[in-house]
């Protein structure tokens, strides 16, 4: 495939896209970048917790845990590691919800649960009947270029 080819390839794969389901596509897109994000802080949310897990004096001798520690109201080393390991198990649970929200959203999107009408051409049918949504394509068998 020549380089300057993809351009037009993604406006034609675009195309068998309504407007309706682009504008859904970009909003998954959106969707998919936040849970990236909050997989991200939940996977991070589990070292501090493990460092004062394992060595309680990192406390008071690192500046984010000290702050957090003094901002929390804290009064014993017990109490904080207890709080923090509610918030990395919320983290974990929040970022899980979003994950399995993106998963449903994504599945829906995929088998056509935003289809707009019965004369909608989806991306489900131009898979499943490649040859009544672009009968230029001739047999089903694969070969014909995309036009």
């Known amino acids: 495939?020549?380089?300057?080819?993809?351009?037009?390839?993604?406006?034609?794969?675009?195309?068998?896209?309504s407007r309706r389901e682009r504008r859904i596509a970009a909003g998954l897109l959106v969707i998919m970048v936040a849970q990236a994000g909050f997989e991200?802080?939940?996977?991070?949310?589990?070292?501090?917790?493990?460092?004062?897990a394992a060595d309680p004096g990192i406390i008071h001798?690192?500046?984010?845990?000290?702050?957090?520690?003094?901002?929390?109201?804290?009064?014993?080393?017990?109490?904080?590691l207890t709080a923090l390991g509610l918030a990395v198990?919320?983290?974990?649970?929040?970022?899980?919800?979003?994950?399995?929200?993106?998963s449903w959203a994504a599945l829906r999107f995929e088998w056509g649960g935003y289809s707009c009408g019965s004369d909608?051409?989806?991306?489900?049918?131009?898979l499943c009947f490649p040859t009544q949504v672009m009968p230029h394509l001739g047999a089903n068998d694969g070969t014909a270029p995309i036009r």
């Open 40 to 52: 991200l802080v939940g996977i991070a949310s589990v070292l501090p917790f493990m460092s004062v």
């Open 61 to 80: 001798r690192n500046a984010w845990l000290a702050r957090a520690y003094e901002w929390g109201g804290f009064t014993t080393d017990t109490g904080f």
């Open 120 to 126: 909608a051409i989806t991306m489900s049918n131009a």
């Open 1 to 17: 495939m020549e380089p300057d080819s993809r351009p037009n390839l993604l406006r034609q794969m675009a195309g068998l896209l």
């Open 89 to 102: 198990i919320a983290a974990l649970a929040l970022s899980n919800g979003v994950s399995a929200f993106t």
